[in-house]
């Protein structure tokens, strides 16, 4: 099957991190990552099957052609190997106070490759790169209360408590970047 991009999607690079658009070849990692039960504990609790994982793949790169901005897969500098991924999107998710019309940062890590400061130079690596593209909108995220994790990303990525809300009958924490 041919591979055709409407966008191309920039490649950053940190000091050991290499950021790419998705790639279909690549697609096993990022379904693997999204089937671990420890990795989504905190992102849904529920394994994701290779079918709901290819839907999310394909909506976060297509992200890039029609918000102008979108996701990466990231991978480790020196050796290749696959680390998860970071970018933005718009999920019109229903939350109060809404947030429609602002990106929306997640990022999910490998377990492998959690605690070693990988989401935080990610996420910083694609805050750069939005933030002069957003039009003065603020980036959020939706982070799960209890996950003290996620929480000290967003901090050192410089988003601040906004609100407390509900997504899909759960108790959410919404942060907005504070920049």
């Known amino acids: ?6 966008r191309d999607v920039p490649v950053l690079e940190t000091e050991r991190l290499i950021m790419r658009g998705f790639d279909r070849a690549n697609f096993p990692n990022f379904a693997a990552l999204l089937a671990d039960p420890i990795v989504v504990k905190h992102i849904g ?6 079918e709901d994982a290819w839907r999310k793949y394909m909506s976060l790169d297509g992200s890039w052609n029609l918000l102008g901005f979108g ?12 680390v998860g991924y970071v970018g933005f999107s718009e999920f019109l998710r229903q939350t109060v106070p809404s947030i429609d019309g602002r990106p929306e940062i997640g990022w999910v890590l490998a377990l492998e490759a959690q605690g ?8 910083k690596a ?3 790169w939005g933030l002069p593209r957003f039009n003065g909108a603020r980036p959020v995220c939706l982070i799960e209360p209890n996950y003290p994790a996620t929480y000290r990303v967003a901090e050192k990525c410089g988003y601040v408590k906004h609100a407390l809300t509900k997504y ?10 504070s920049g």
């Open 45 to 50: 609790g529920k394994p994701v099957s290779r």
């Open 126 to 128: 694609a805050m750069a």
């Open 116 to 123: 070693k400061g990988f989401a935080t130079e990610a996420a």
């Open 168 to 177: 899909n009958g759960l108790d959410m924490l919404l942060m907005e970047y």
């Open 71 to 82: 996701a990466w897969d990231v991978f480790e500098r020196n050796s290749g190997t696959y």
């Open 1 to 6: 099957m041919p591979q055709t991009r409407m």
